[in-house]
């Protein structure tokens, strides 16, 4: 399932992360990453996936 959601941050990060961890301080980190550039929302999310 970790693939999935690997393929699905590179996409979409925040969505990568909603499914992850859920609407919270890490889903709105996230965005502002995302909206401040897209690979920072990128490495972010993927790290979120692989740590827990």
Request: net charge positive.
């Amino acid at each position: 399932m970790d693939v999935v959601r690997i393929l699905i941050a590179i996409l979409l990060p925040p969505l990568g992360v909603f499914l992850q961890v859920g609407i919270g301080l890490q889903f709105w980190l996230n965005i502002l990453l995302t909206l401040l550039g897209y690979i920072p929302g990128i490495i972010h999310a993927i790290y979120i996936i692989l740590k827990r």
